[in-house]
């Protein structure tokens, strides 16, 4: 059950969405998309769910192509709400659900216990219009893993949801994936990708900028941060060489250094000049990667 | 369950179930049931209040009322006679009241016949009048006749009225009352064409685009092929208008024959309901399918290159203005269906369901050309629907408005994209 993107180039026009994309992403895991708007998040999506072809290069499953007949192991979460206003809960999970070749019966079952799971049991039979924007995500989410997909596309999970909901969609997600789901998400915000992805990507202006397993990443990007805490003047230490970027907080520096050694030289020069609270050697967070690689117009 | 049944049953379905089918369902079906009993309740009305209209007669011969009382009495038995000896202004006035329908001033004339004046207070009301003037007539005749000593053979002679018989020599042509029913039908049939599939292909328009506008499109077509999708849709949203004729046709099909025996000759026979001619039903359906496929496939890939719903009048109404001309012409071409340009119009396939229809249920038309008609039509369906489903693969993933051609290119650049 491996989903590979293999050298993926679209165009429109003149215009590139996405260029030269390879990914391999395998069975029992979640990848995440980053990128700004319009970095080609949706088209990889579009191109992997069979919406959209690829102007080049190859999408495969198991290899085999992804088609109609696939379609019923995917499910999708649109990153816009893509329900009927004017329907009832049950009415329109069930219609998807038997589009994605699931019976009535089972359809149904599975609805009562999702719904039970994200405590909303009393919308089954509401129209989604009536419902809020946060409810109407759960029902979303519930309309892509209805029929137990075994390859889960979600595009922005959890925009406009409250952190409680978020806490339930990721325990589900977690859930899935356990269950051996290959989970593929996009998201804005890092901390989310950080919690729930081995892999990842970058995506910046339709090229991949970042790929690869968080830890490598991590690793490879060099940079460390570093957080001193003192009662003295710590300002002098943005000339220090080795550091990139200086922060100023309330008690002290957030530095960016370029490796472990700096960290040892501002010690030694900062040691015995006044009283240390606080000194910190940390791995850089995927935010600061972000910043880095595609531009800090970006947070 | 393949899921072009799965699309088509859920648009069915979802369809029949909104309040708003069901409510304009029983107010059209209604007005049916009332259309077809009109006469009974026209007479409901009318039973209890004088349907028998009162003429006093002045009789200044003194000797023929009574045998114009009998005349009339056997030519209409609510028109009640009575004699009167008033004068003529106490019996104008009494018009003029409303005591009296009319008066007749009855005398003789030169030749020693009768003759009369009627005075009413108006001349709307003929048919009493004719009445009237009827029942003289034949005092009249029965009087000269008397004076002129005929037997009663003699009398017969000339009464009887003359032979006279219509023959139509071309071929293949309807007589003229032939034609004034078959008018009635097909005047009926044009307008169900007409309102049915303006009305069922914006429901298909707006149903594309509400999908479209609520993103479900983008769940839809990763699981259904979008052309699957769209005939689904256009054979669906067709189910629901013909449940809606079933129930239509039907009720009103039992009214009638319930209403059988009132409803001979007047209004009915007029509209050609009295012997209806099948070939001229089994037209009309055909036509309003093709019609329904021509213009549903139209509105479905206009629907799916707007992206919210307020978009799609606009968008459609290029197509509504053709619907609304081709019944424009038929509706002309109803007195002149063999008009040169009602045949023209006919070949041409956005006008077709209309006025060839028009044209096969009034003329005696050699079966080649309503066959050629129907072949021309359903190679346009054909084509629009393989142009359609292409716009409609590019179109229901583009957002953005900009204008209706532009769309269409750039829908069909996406599909080739594919």
Known sequence: MVLKIEHVTKRFGNFTAVNDLSLSIPENEMFGFLGANGAGKTTTFRMILGLLEATEGKITWNDEKIDYSTSPYIGYLPEERGLYPKLKVSEQIVYLARLRKMNKVDALIELNYWLDRFKVPEYKEKRVEELSKGNQQKIQFIAAVIHKPKLLILDEPFSGLDPLNVEMLKDAVKELKAAGTSIVFSSHRMEHVEELCEHLCIMHHGSPVVHGSLREIKRSFGKKNLIVNADFDLTFLKEFPGVTKTKTTSEGVTLQIEGEHVAESILNKIAGKGFIRKFVLDEPSLNDIFIEKVGAEYE | ?418
């Open chain 2, 1 to 418: 369950m393949n899921n072009f049944w799965v699309v088509l049953s859920h648009t069915y379905l979802s369809k029949i179930k909104t309040k708003q089918f069901i409510i304009s369902t029983l107010i059209t079906l209604a007005l049916i049931l009332v259309m077809a009993n009109i006469t009974n309740i026209i007479d409901f009305f009318q039973s209890d209040e004088d349907v028998k209209e009162t003429v006093a007669v002045l009789d200044e011969t003194n000797e023929l009322s009574d045998t114009f009382k009998v005349t009339i009495g056997a030519i209409n038995e609510d028109i009640e006679i009575i004699s009167s000896t008033v004068s003529e202004d106490e019996l104008k006035k009494d018009v003029l009241e409303g005591e009296l329908d009319a008066y007749v001033l009855l005398q003789y004339d030169g030749n020693n016949l009768p003759k009369a004046t009627y005075y009413s207070e108006t001349l709307s009301n003929s048919s009493l009048s004719q009445n009237i003037e009827m029942a003289l007539q034949q005092l009249k005749m029965s009087l000269a006749a008397n004076q002129l000593q005929l037997t009663p053979d003699q009398l017969t002679l000339l009464n009887d009225p003359v032979e006279f018989e219509q023959v139509a020599i071309g071929d293949n042509v309807k007589s003229e009352e032939e034609l004034n029913q078959a008018r009635g039908l097909v005047y009926v049939l044009l307008f169900v064409i007409y309102f049915s599939v303006i009305m069922y292909a914006t429901m298909i328009a707006t149903e594309v685009a509400t999908e479209k506008s609520s993103r479900v499109m983008e769940i839809l077509i990763s699981s259904v092929h979008p052309v699957a999708q769209m005939f689904a849709k256009i054979f669906g949203v067709a189910l629901v208008g013909l449940t809606q004729l079933v129930i239509w046709l039907g009720g009103g099909y039992i009214a009638l024959r319930q209403n059988m025996d009132e409803m001979t000759g007047g209004f009915f026979s007029f509209f050609g309901f009295g012997n209806t001619s099948i070939s001229t039903i089994v037209y009309a359906v055909v036509f309003f399918l093709l019609g329904f496929l021509l213009y549903a496939t139209m509105a479905a890939f206009l629907g799916s290159l707007v992206s919210r719903i307020e978009d799609v009048n606009q968008v459609i109404q290029p197509m509504i203005w053709l619907i609304v001309i081709g019944f424009m012409l038929a509706m002309t071409g109803l007195g002149t269906p063999d008009a040169t340009y009602v045949t023209i119009s006919s070949y041409i396939p956005v006008f077709t369901p209309m006025i060839m229809f028009m044209r096969v249920g009034l003329l005696e038309l050699p079966i080649w050309e309503p066959v050629l008609g129907i072949a021309v039509l359903i190679l346009t369906i054909i084509v629009l629907a393989i142009f359609g489903a292409r716009v409609y693969k590019g179109g229901v993933l583009m957002y953005g408005n900009s204008s209706a051609l532009k769309d269409i290119k750039k829908a069909l650049q996406l599909t080739k994209n594919k």
